[in-house]
């Protein structure tokens, strides 16, 4: 140790501070304190450590500045925050030396209202290095409350004034733009939710502080809505949840692709869960369905509790049947498939359930969803790592009166068994369960019969319901009663009858080789089981002779 200093400061383990006593205990009441209770226990070599310091040896070295410079160092926005949460941890208040450091950051704060408001968002950014001494200390809460809502209080903007105490109203709504694109599988349009329309046109811009606010790292975010009261449950405020919406969409711009896994979801997962119900608290009368689903984009990446996803997921099912196809196709995070699958099978289900009591509204809304989930089926069906429990899943949350006919479902069985060539029989079987072989139409039916892909029975049973279906359309013409111009009639029935006739004959002969092909494999699987038996029974009876004899 040199001759001039006459103690050693370890900080955190990374760096030792050389240092005259005289000049760090005259400023320092924690120091002064342990060196006097070392001298008494008679320590001859002067050294401390110290863990956890603010700012760490970069913090240490600003107070040793101040100490050796007679107490005098340049205070800015910049360094307040560290040299504020210095001078309280190291005890260096104005009991220890006249006009301490602590004294002289106090002064400096006192006139934060005269900050420019660049100023006070740059001092803000700064507490990130020492958030949890600061929020300790009351200084994050001094520079929030006497900083930055004066300020925000004070913008001509009448979306802004007075924002902490007002509450939502109707007439406004979330603002930006939509995060990312959705790639389509097939080659339908790709045009997909930006910023939903209602909104666009109906609010004002963004306010003015939005983009400012948005630098500021998550933790001072939510510190920022935990001092205004509107926290997680308690955010009933229009304002504030617009500026969590645009502030979660900045972020996952930069991260590109949120995964819930990392930080991401800890640092972000309040604030999302905050906006979810700010957007809960106005509801549908703010937020159009194309408006919710933007919604839902943003904040699900970040992590949402049990609780609060399933009141928004209720709040967008509510409204189901006004959404569109863009409008379903939300990016999934599960086992690699591209759509979140089970979020439309939540939804349509809560669509059901929600709608369930009103049944002459509700017929009309149902056939709408089943339309739209018809499309959405075949969308998702190129997906390799689709499984067929969620296309089934998705195929039959909906109950069949939702469906005038099939055929959209059948459509989407083929694209998937196209797409997965590889799946067993059985699997194809279990797919096709999803179809109302009566309200399959008569190409469609005949499509299927026709397509390799399908199992046979299957087929077979489609051919039996449109036969069926036939006869009895027959048997309703031919029982009409004639009526004012029986000769028209006749006529009429003449050609139904004839067209009848020609679709009989082309269904006969469909059912005949569905039949053969029934009855073929029935005999092929006869054949193999009893070569099996055959080949089973030949080897227990030459291991039987091969094994040695118990007595």
């Not at 029935?522 to 091969?546: D, I, P, Q, W, Y």
């Amino acid at each position: 140790m040199p001759k001039h200093c006459d103690m050693q400061i370890n900080i955190d383990g990374q760096q030792i501070f050389l240092l005259k006593e005289k000049f760090m205990s005259k400023y320092c009441g924690k120091l002064k304190r342990i060196l006097n209770h070392q001298k008494r226990c008679n320590v001859t070599k002067l050294g401390i450590r110290i863990n956890n310091f603010p700012g760490g040896p970069d913090g240490f070295e600003l107070v040793s500045r101040f100490c050796y410079n007679n107490g005098n160092i340049p205070i800015t926005v910049a360094n307040v925050p560290l040299l504020y949460c210095c001078a309280i941890y190291l005890g260096m208040a104005e009991g220890v030396f006249s006009n301490n450091l602590l004294q002289q950051t106090e002064t400096f704060l006192d006139r934060i209202s005269q900050w420019k408001w660049h100023d006070i968002i740059e001092s803000l950014m700064n507490c990130e290095h020492v958030y949890a001494y600061a929020d300790c200390y009351g200084l994050l809460e001094r520079i929030i409350v006497g900083g930055v809502l004066p300020k925000i209080n004070q913008t001509p903007n009448s979306s802004d004034v007075s924002f902490i105490n007002s509450c939502s109203s109707p007439s406004s709504s979330s603002s930006p733009e939509s995060t990312s694109g959705n790639k389509r599988f097939s080659s339908s349009s790709n045009k997909l939710a930006n910023t939903p329309e209602k909104i666009r046109s109906t609010l004002p811009s963004k306010a003015w502080w939005f983009d400012d606010l948005a630098t500021l790292p998550p933790k001072i975010i939510e510190k920022l809505f935990q001092f205004l009261g509107a926290y997680k449950t308690d955010n009933n405020n229009l304002v504030l949840t617009r500026f969590l919406l645009h502030y979660l969409r900045k972020a996952t711009q930069k991260t590109r692709v949120v995964d819930c896994k990392n930080s991401n979801e800890s640092e972000y997962a309040a604030l999302a869960e905050t906006a979810a119900y700010g957007v809960i608290f106005v509801g549908k009368e703010t937020f159009s369905c194309r408006g919710l689903f933007w919604v839902i984009r943003i904040v699900s990446g970040f992590g949402l509790s049990k609780g609060c996803r399933t009141e928004l997921e209720r709040l967008i099912g509510g409204v189901l049947e006004q959404a569109t196809l863009d409008d379903l196709l939300v990016s999934g995070h599960d086992m690699g498939v591209y759509y979140d699958v089970n979020l439309v099978i939540r939804l349509v289900k809560l669509f059901v359930d929600i709608n369930g009591s009103d049944e002459g509204v509700s017929l009309q809304k149902l056939k709408r969803v089943g339309r739209l989930i018809d499309k959405y089926l075949r969308e998702i069906s190129p997906d390799q790592n689709l499984k067929i429990s969620k296309f089934l899943g998705v195929a039959e949350c909906l109950p069949d009166i939702a469906r005038d006919s099939f055929d959209g479902v059948y459509r989407a069985i083929d694209i998937y068994l196209e797409s997965h060539p590889m799946i067993t029989f059985e699997e194809r079987s279990r797919l096709c369960r999803c179809l109302n072989y009566i309200k399959l139409s008569f190409e469609a039916s005949k499509d299927l019969a026709k397509n390799p892909r399908i199992p046979p029975r299957i087929a077979m049973q489609a051919l039996i319901s449109q036969q069926s279906k036939i006869a009895t359309l027959d048997y309703d013409e031919t029982e009409t009663p004639r009526k004012k111009n029986p000769y028209q009639l006749v006529l009429y029935k003449e050609g139904k009858r004839n067209s009848f006739s020609k679709e009989k004959k082309d269904m006969t002969l469909n059912m005949d080789k569905m039949q053969w092909k029934v009855v073929e494999l029935e005999e092929l699987c006869k054949e193999m089981n009893s070569k099996m038996v055959n080949r089973n029974a030949l080897f227990n009876h030459a291991r039987a002779r091969s094994s040695p004899r118990l007595c």
